[in-house]
């Protein structure tokens, strides 16, 4: 999702002119997926060498063998479930009977996919309520789309990105529960949720330009940081967003943990294997075979 996934930024014509390799060490073309399963289709394909994928996509992909090179992760974007930041949130309407997670039980919920750690969220808390996907419908549309979806119907609650939390936010819907609620027991200071991912071909063939990649990423973060407001303004015109929506969210208390780029292993390690013990992976996996951090050290 465009903003949200800092290595959007990048795409940002008076961004890239603040970088020093891009154009010259390597040519960057960006696409956008409507989800990160497609992105790991588009990786295995060829037609991508890196993309940002999500926990349940990155870990599915790499139980199921879905990229013939492999997939590794060399950079993280940012956290769900901080205690202290912006983790998932599921709302219903204001006049809605479903106020709490007990009332899932037989509830249409609004994902964006299913097979996404958006749809872990949902199956963390389905579990803590013992309950399991059987007990609930789930319905896939766009997030741009979810307040609408709620309005007419076609789903009783659905869970809203930061970016789009803003608006269920703001006109006081019901807050049924957040990734704290769900993770938060085993996950005390949240779990590495988003990150770019590259295929063992280009890591073999384009290391050289990933290398230069990283270093535009480390770039960005920093110009992020030291230029929030005027990259507010770009990427609200870049990418058709509302610039006071995203003015609420980008690099507040609204938005996620982001402040550590590194992937760390051990956290990653854990939501991984807690996504196995809720038999959303098929089995665990060594995740130290399948990251690095040279490419942004």
Do not use: C
């Not at 990734?179 to 938060?184: E, I, T, Y």
């Not at 507040?252 to 196995?276: F, K, P, S, V, W």
């Amino acid at each position: 999702m465009p903003v949200e996934n800092l290595g959007s930024l990048l795409d940002i014509p008076e961004i890239q002119d603040e970088l020093s390799g891009l154009g010259e060490d390597y040519e960057l073309e960006v696409s956008q997926d409507a989800s990160t399963p497609d992105s790991i289709n588009s990786l295995a394909a060829g037609e991508a060498d890196m993309a940002l994928v999500t926990t349940e996509s990155f870990g599915g992909a790499i139980v199921g063998d879905a990229v013939p090179s492999g997939l590794t992760a060399i950079a993280t974007d940012f956290w769900d479930a901080h205690p202290d930041y912006f983790g998932f949130e599921i709302y219903s309407l204001p006049d809605s009977d479903v106020t709490d997670p007990e009332d899932l039980e037989g509830a249409s919920l609004g994902v964006n996919a299913t097979g996404t750690g958006i749809h872990a969220v949902f199956e963390k808390q389905l579990d803590n309520m013992g309950m399991s996907s059987d007990d609930v419908e789930y319905n896939e549309q766009g997030f741009a789309t979810f307040v609408e979806g709620l309005e007419d119907g076609i789903f009783d609650a659905a869970i809203f990105p930061g970016l789009y939390a803003v608006t269920p936010r703001n006109q006081d819907f019901n807050l049924v529960f957040s990734s704290q609620d769900a993770f938060g027991d085993e996950f005390e200071n949240g779990y590495p949720f988003a990150y770019t991912v590259s295929t063992g071909d280009a890591l073999d063939n384009k290391g050289e330009q990933i290398q230069s990649w990283g270093d535009d990423y480390l770039e960005v973060v920093d110009y992020i940081e030291s230029n929030r407001d005027e990259v507010v303004s770009l990427a609200a015109d870049h990418f058709e967003i509302d610039e006071g929506q995203l003015d609420e969210f980008f690099m507040t208390e609204n938005d996620y943990y982001r402040d550590e780029i590194e992937i760390d292993e051990e956290a990653l390690q854990g939501i991984m294997d807690e996504l196995a013990a809720l038999e959303i992976l098929d089995e665990q996996f060594d995740v130290g075979e399948h990251v690095t951090n040279e490419y942004i050290t």
